[in-house]
């Protein structure tokens, strides 16, 4: 948010318990200094881990390191959500799509349609659709997978955006954004950290990408 990122893009598991856990793997073993299958484990549990043990700095250093920062739970970033700020939240765990639209629910974010819920797995975004159609709902694809293909699935299925790896998008995604657009949906990719490439893909009228260097990406970009 500091680095003038319009958005923030988090994973979501369902613990034991049946909080919703913000944390990209489904275990704890690699970003914090616990191990343990998230979903095996109470968030009590889960918050007993140093969430910024492993997260590396600049220098090779671990700035967040004892810190007391935890694992937090999705309504607890939705408390702190900026009212300017939007967010994409990633089922990571297909038993956690009840949970994010319970979540989601009568939140400003998904009100003002500053949400978007994706996934790679097909069934949990049709869930959402199922339980909510006001909330904008994405297909991530992975590395290599067909994105004509995707976008006719999405538009059958009526999720709004499809999301590939940037690489897949070719060095001129125009016909693939052309048929998108005849389609009615968005395209958005994965990850995006060149800046030469993020003037041609945002001049082309992209959606949106992922980047893991935001300040660099707003001092690219105009607003």
């Known amino acids: 948010m500091a680095a003038g990122a319009d958005a923030i893009e988090l994973d979501v598991h369902l613990s034991a318990d049946e909080q919703l856990a ?5 275990t704890l073993d690699r970003t914090t200094d616990a191990t343990g299958a998230v979903a095996s484990m109470t968030m009590e549990q889960v918050r007993q881990a140093d969430a910024g043990a492993r997260f590396a700095g600049p220098q090779d250093d671990y700035p967040f390191r004892g810190r007391g920062l935890t694992v937090p739970t999705l309504p607890e970033v939705l408390d702190w959500l900026p009212d300017d700020l939007g967010l994409v939240v990633e089922i990571k765990a297909r038993a956690a799509a009840d949970a994010v639209v319970a979540a989601l629910r009568g939140r400003p974010v998904r009100d003002e349609e500053r949400v978007s819920v994706i996934s790679f797995d097909e069934r949990s975004i049709d869930r959402v659709r199922e339980l909510d159609r006001g909330i904008r709902t994405g297909y991530l694809l992975v590395p290599g997978q067909p994105i004509e293909a995707a976008l006719v699935w999405a ?5 709004v955006g499809v999301h590939p790896w940037e690489a897949d998008l070719g060095l001129d995604p125009s016909p693939i954004l052309t048929l998108a657009g005849v389609y009615g949906r968005e395209i958005g990719c994965y990850v995006v950290n060149d800046p030469g490439r ?3 893909l945002a001049a082309l009228g992209l ?4 980047t893991d260097v935001p300040d660099l990406a707003r001092a690219t970009l105009p607003r």
């Open 22 to 26: 913000v944390i990209h793997d489904d």
């Open 207 to 210: 959606w949106g990408f992922v």
């Open 155 to 159: 538009t059958e299925h009526g999720h």
């Open 198 to 200: 993020m003037r041609h």
